[in-house]
């Protein structure tokens, strides 16, 4: 799927937007996935946290940079390899 020039011109607004709050974002993202499915606590039981946050930042980061230039991004056969 295709996104069109002006869904990646609101995305990039938005997660600028986002950008100097990210700390509290990544927080929000993991409370709501903690409440969406309970069982996930326990995969991040013993986990700095902190990391993940901050590798879930750089990774929407990542991806939002990439928008203009899709095959900059990773397909997913890679991923999954």
């Not at 990039?12 to 993202?29: E, G, H, N």
């Not at 993940?52 to 990773?74: C, H, N, T, W």
């Amino acid at each position: 799927m295709n996104m069109r020039s002006d869904q990646r011109v609101l995305v990039k607004k938005t997660w600028t937007a986002i950008l100097p709050t990210a700390d509290s974002a990544a927080s929000l993202f993991y409370q709501k996935l903690f409440e969406i499915d309970r069982e996930a606590r326990k995969l991040f039981q013993h986990i700095d946290m902190c990391g993940y946050k901050r590798r879930l930042i750089e990774a929407f980061s990542y991806v939002v940079d990439g928008l203009d230039q899709p095959d900059r991004l990773m397909s997913t056969d890679e991923v999954i390899e």
